[in-house]
């Protein structure tokens, strides 16, 4: 009797070891959620950008027969555009290009006088628009935020307004379009909040050289020769959307 006792407890103890066994190994396994995606900046983006602009015309006039002048003319106004590129990243390290086309309100004029006190002249400059493309280089601060240099080629249009007066004698103006190019350097940061979006400030540096004409009237028999160079400083602040990556 006392043997089957200990056989029924024997049978109960292994049908509730099994039991149990298949219910935990019914039990859903838990596993950690995978950790989310690093932002990719690689990919083609388009944005638009608004900002300001200040720079400076140096003006070199010289008279035949008469003499010299030399004056830096201040200019400045607000600018605005668009600008496009491509971004390929590299672990911590973007590269890229960037080209870009502004509309600006850029000018600036003065009146001063040449070597004499016989000469008056009157000056006007205006930058129409300009544009740039190039090189960015990249380092990432966070997975989120970008330092980057950038450095490429400018070109912009200006308008140059000359008018010449010589005391008792009369005066004569001359007006003159080009599209000059140069090259630009610069730095900025920018950063990206979700969708393919992200914000930017960026400083850049255009030289767009030198601009040289001559001209004058036979009335008045004076030849004038001037000489510009338009260099120019840039904030702005901008925004782009991205596609891949």
Known sequence: MRLIKLAMLAATSLVALTTGGARAADLPRYK????????????????????YSWGEAKYDAVLTGVGAATRAEKMNG??????????YQVGAWVFGFETDIQLSGQKGGATFPGVIPAITITTDERLDWFGTSRTRLGFLA????LLYGTAGVAYGKVKDNATVTLAGVGSFTASFTDVKAGWTAGAGIEGAFGGGWSAKLEYLYLDLGKTE???????????????????DNIVRVGANYRWGG
């Open 32 to 51: 950690a959620p995978p950790p989310p995606p690093l932002y990719s900046w690689s990919g083609l983006y388009l944005g638009v950008n608004i900002g």
């Open 213 to 231: 004409h001559t001209f004058g009237t036979i009335g008045l028999g004076v030849i004038a020769t001037e000489t510009r160079r338009t260099t």
């Open 78 to 87: 607000v600018i605005g555009g668009f600008q496009s590129g491509y971004n």
């Open 142 to 145: 966070t997975p989120n935020i």
